[in-house]
Nanobody, 127 residues
Framework: QVQLVESGGGLVQAGGSLRLSCAASGRSISIYSMGWFRQVPGKERDFVATISWGGKSTYYADSVKGRFTISRDNAKSTVTLQMNSLKPEDTAVYYC????????????????????WGQGTQVTVSA
């Protein structure tokens, strides 16, 4: 079992930055690929970014590529999403998730392939 807790959300103006953190407890996350997803009320949860077990491989949704950076520290059991140049359309609840799948971007961009989820943190970007 892995418990995930997100933090770092908040209100920011367009063009600003936020840094989301995901703290894991329970089983070590070093054996999991990790991902970030986001959801707007009334819409499906969308893939944002994913990172491989060791952190050497990353993959991003086109909508955030070049603006967001995912990283991980397995020793500290944390995963981070640095979000720069934020836009109002980035407003959503952001979720951290853990997947037992190895590196496969098709699988890891699909939320159905993640076993563990955090409770989410709200990010609001004002125009």
């Amino acid at each position: 079992q892995v418990q995930l807790v997100e933090s770092g959300g908040g209100l920011v103006q367009a063009g600003g930055s936020l840094r989301l953190s995901c703290a894991a407890s329970g089983r070590s996350i070093s054996i999991y690929s990790m991902g970030w997803f986001r959801q707007v009320p009334g819409k499906e949860r969308d893939f944002v970014a994913t990172i491989s077990w060791g952190g050497k491989s990353t993959y991003y949704a086109d909508s955030v590529k070049g603006r967001f950076t995912i990283s991980r520290d397995n020793a500290k059991s944390t995963v981070t999403l640095q979000m720069n140049s934020l836009k109002p359309e980035d407003t959503a609840v952001y979720y951290c998730a853990a997947s037992p799948w190895g590196w496969n971007t098709a699988y890891l961009s699909d939320g159905k392939n993640y076993n563990y989820w955090g409770q989410g943190t709200q990010v609001t970007v004002s125009a």
